[in-house]
């Protein structure tokens, strides 16, 4: 059974920081693209970030120089750091493991994001 299980949500002051994980299970991790999304009310999922096993990532235009995409292989964990938070990244953040040959893909559950003061 595959899982993703994201964390590290939560709410934060304007400017600030927080670290999103997310533990894969069921799959085999190094033949998955790892990305994050975001959702927020009454808008369109969009990318954030996404990175190869390899370690190549690209970045949405608007968290390009705030926000970081990483991966563990031998944790099967991928993370998003996101520095310099502002109100409009408030947002459900979802993971997604993405087959390498386009075959299937999997999401996580989401975690809330709130940047607020």
């Known amino acids: 059974q595959v899982q993703l299980v994201e964390s590290g949500g939560g709410l934060v002051q304007p400017g600030g920081s927080l670290r999103l994980s997310c533990a894969a299970s069921?799959?085999?991790?190094?033949?998955?693209?790892m990305g994050w999304y975001r959702q927020a009310p009454g808008k369109q999922r969009e990318l954030v970030a996404r990175?190869?096993?390899?370690?190549?990532?690209n970045y949405a235009d608007f968290v390009k120089g705030r926000f970081t995409i990483s991966r563990d292989n031998a944790k099967n964990t991928v993370y998003l750091q996101m520095n310099s938070l502002k109100p409009e990244d408030t947002a459900l953040y979802y993971c997604?493991?993405?087959?390498?040959?386009?075959?299937?893909?999997?999401w996580g559950q989401g975690t809330q994001v709130t940047v607020s003061s």
């Open positions: 997604r493991a993405d087959h390498i040959a386009g075959v299937r893909d999997y």
């Open positions: 069921g799959i085999i991790f190094s033949a998955y693209r």
């Open positions: 990175i190869t096993s390899g370690g190549s990532t």
